[in-house]
Nanobody, 122 residues
Framework: VQLQASGGGLVQAGDSLRLSCVLS????????MGWFRQAPGKEREFVSA???????FAPDSVKGRFTISRDNQKNAVYLQMNMLKPEDTAVYYC?????????????????WGQGTLVTVSS
C-alpha cells in the first residue's frame, strides 16, 4: 500500500487549503483513513479520521474548521481546512488502517503517506 499526499502550501491566517491523499496497492474502501500533523519539536497529533462507513471524528482543536471526507471511487481522502491559524502549521500526514472503532492514535494505522507541509503565516 502506498499513500500520496498533496495540497500543502503557504497561506495566511484565515485562508483555506484542501489536502488530498490517494491510496494505491489495495482496496481503498477497506481502510479507515486519518490525518495527523507534526509541528517541529512536537509529537504527531491526531487531526481527523473517517471510517469505512463514512463516520468522522475530529478533536476540538480543529472541529468546525477542518472537514475530512473520502471518495471511494477515486481511492482518495481529503482534508478541507478552513479558517487556518498559525498554530496549524505542521507537516500533515495521511494514514490508512484496518482497525475497528475510532482510530485516533498513530498505532491504529498501518500505512503512512510522506507528508505535506502546511505553513500558516500571521
Amino acid at each position: 500500500v502506498q499513500l500520496q499526499a498533496s495540497g500543502g502550501g503557504l497561506v495566511q491566517a484565515g485562508d483555506s487549503l484542501r489536502l488530498s491523499c490517494v491510496l494505491s496497492g489495495d482496496t481503498f474502501r477497506r481502510y479507515s483513513m486519518g490525518w495527523f500533523r507534526q509541528a517541529p519539536g512536537k509529537e504527531r497529533e491526531f487531526v481527523s479520521a473517517i471510517t469505512i462507513n463514512g463516520g468522522t471524528f475530529a478533536p476540538d482543536s480543529v472541529k468546525g474548521r477542518f472537514t475530512i471526507s473520502r471518495d471511494n471511487q477515486k481511492n482518495a481522502v481529503y482534508l478541507q481546512m478552513n479558517m487556518l491559524k498559525p498554530e496549524d502549521t505542521a507537516v500533515y500526514y495521511c494514514a490508512a488502517g484496518r482497525a475497528t472503532g475510532w482510530a485516533i492514535k498513530p498505532y491504529d494505522y498501518d500505512f503512512w503517506g510522506q507528508g505535506t507541509l502546511v505553513t500558516v503565516s500571521s
